[in-house]
């Protein structure tokens, strides 16, 4: 793509960025402003924004990249993640909200009174949201290598600069603007040039109309269905996109902005659907991608494709147009997701090490955003959709229980929580790192039976541990709680019955 008008588009949705997270400066006074908008975000207006730090990178350039790849069985992805938002609905965006909490650390603390459940806490929210960051920096070196000829370490570097400019200067308050507005600048660049792909299969841009068929052999390849290792992969994978997104901090703490409980459900209810449309839009690109642009069905090649399918396409400036509304689109995503992140790891450590005020969460979200720059910098990217799904396992490992039986069961405590967060993190990061270095080492593909004496069982399981590492996280967070003399905190009842009471009705 050698028009300008792709770093045309980047700079237009970089000033407007810009512009909104000054307006949101202007509005940001107090300490609660910066750590969670002071609790007054409207349903739609915080569905916006969870929308647009969701969608990330991983979903708008991977989740079409790997419908290509994989066809059909890439849906699991996408049902995955829009799934676990039910269960977050269902089971914990009200409670988090009238816990009264600015982070995920500070909930467990006042649920378990326990510093050292707190640290833990405070150590993987840490480590899951740069895991997050990464992928989003290795999409923008991505894009800007696509639409120029500059180093992949541009576009990196440009969007941890906006993200740490954006954040520290206004907080959570300012992000709320700038994350409502990403998301529908995403799902504009996506859904546009889905009408006019199509209308170019149908001959709208042909002489004489003539009309691309479709082959559904070509879209969804007969196969037998998964069976044996490959379902057991289905189901691991499904298990931790469900589960990983009520682990991810970014997601949570948006729940904390909203007035109260009801407005929190409320909130899910309007992601559900703005999600499912833009899944839905993704797909669909990918879908057509697998008819007219087999040739981009390549790792690593195979992200490209929403960027190269308009100027296939759709002839002349148009089609550039639409190129070029893409590109702003991912750089949307980029930011969206990077300043979610960032705002939710600053307040962690702003509220863990410095002692919450709004001077000491200004630095920490620069020392947030340098830190995963480093490390995306000295690492080779790998699928989007994979980098973002191995997150979802070790939040869905690591985290996710603790939340949940933190908000639901009476009996947990501090060296119960402790116990099944060290092993769920530790049991998730052995795994994929072990199926890491096997893939490294040329092992293959876990769905055969054994290659160079590695059972395919073994390579299945460390590919995919979420089957078996949540449960013996939950499991081992189960025993030690019901082992531990010391019990629960005496307050414990008091604060569940916080949790599970609308606030009218305590009134």
């Not at 044996?228 to 499904?238: F, H, I």
């Not at 689109?329 to 969206?336: K, N, Q, S, T, V």
């Not at 955003?369 to 690591?398: C, D, E, K, N």
Request: charged share 10%; hydrophobic share 55%.
């Amino acid at each position: 793509m050698t028009s300008a008008l792709p770093l045309v588009a980047i700079a237009l949705l970089l000033l407007a960025t810009g512009l909104i997270g000054f307006y949101g400066l202007r509005i940001s006074r107090t300490t609660s402003d910066f750590f969670v908008a002071s609790r007054t975000v409207r349903p739609v207006w915080n569905a916006s924004a969870i929308s647009g730090e969701y969608l990330s990178a991983g979903t708008f350039l991977g989740l079409s990249g790997l419908v290509l790849l994989s066809g059909a069985e890439a849906f699991w992805f996408p049902v995955g993640y829009a799934a676990g938002y039910l269960l977050v609905l269902l089971f914990v965006a009200g409670p988090l909200r009238r816990s009264g909490a600015y982070t995920i650390p500070d909930f467990v603390h006042a649920r378990l009174d326990s510093v050292v459940a707190r640290r833990v806490t405070s150590v993987l929210v840490l480590v899951i949201g740069w895991l997050y960051v990464v992928p989003q920096l290795h999409g923008a070196a991505l894009v800007i290598t696509s639409v120029a000829a500059v180093p992949p370490w541009v576009g990196s570097v440009g969007i941890a600069v906006v993200v740490s400019a954006v954040v520290a200067a206004g907080g959570m308050r300012s992000i709320t603007f700038v994350q409502a507005f990403q998301f529908w600048v995403k799902l504009t660049a996506l859904a546009v040039p889905l009408v006019f792909v199509l209308m170019a299969l149908g001959g709208a841009f042909e002489p004489g109309g003539a009309v691309v068929t479709f082959d559904p052999g070509a879209v969804f390849p007969h196969e037998a269905g998964p069976g044996g290792l490959d379902a057991y992969a289905t189901v691991s994978l499904l298990l931790a996109l469900l589960l990983g997104t009520t682990g991810l901090p970014h997601v949570l703490v948006r729940f904390y902005t909203s007035p109260d409980g009801g407005s929190a459900r409320r909130t899910t209810v309007v992601v559900l659907v703005m999600i499912s449309v833009f899944y839905m839009v993704s797909s669909t690109l990918g879908l057509v991608a697998r008819v007219v642009a087999p040739d981009l069905a390549a790792p690593g090649v195979a992200d490209t494709v929403v960027l190269a399918l308009p100027t296939r396409l759709v002839p002349g400036l148009g089609g550039e147009l639409l190129a070029a509304l893409v590109v702003a689109g991912a750089f949307a995503a980029f930011l969206g997701t990077s300043s979610g992140l960032v705002v939710a790891l600053a307040g962690v450590v702003s509220q863990d090490l410095f002692g919450g005020t709004v001077r000491s969460f200004r630095w920490s979200a620069v020392a947030c955003t340098l830190i995963p720059l480093a490390f995306a910098l000295v690492t080779i990217p790998q699928g989007l959709v994979t980098s973002v799904g191995t997150v979802f396992v070790f939040a869905a490992s690591a985290l996710s229980p603790v939340i949940l039986l933190g908000v639901w069961w009476r009996g947990l405590t501090a060296r119960g929580a402790v116990a099944g967060m060290v092993v769920g993190a530790v049991l998730c990061a052995t795994a994929l790192l072990a199926s890491s270095a096997l893939v490294a080492a040329g092992y293959g593909s876990p769905s055969g039976s054994t290659a160079d004496g590695v059972p395919g069982v073994v390579r299945a399981l460390l590919a995919q541990p979420a089957a078996w590492t949540i449960p013996l996280a939950t499991a081992t967070l189960v025993v030690v709680s019901l082992l531990d003399r010391r019990g629960p905190p005496l307050r414990t009842d008091r604060f569940l019955r916080r949790l599970h009471v609308p606030e009218r009705r305590r009134a």
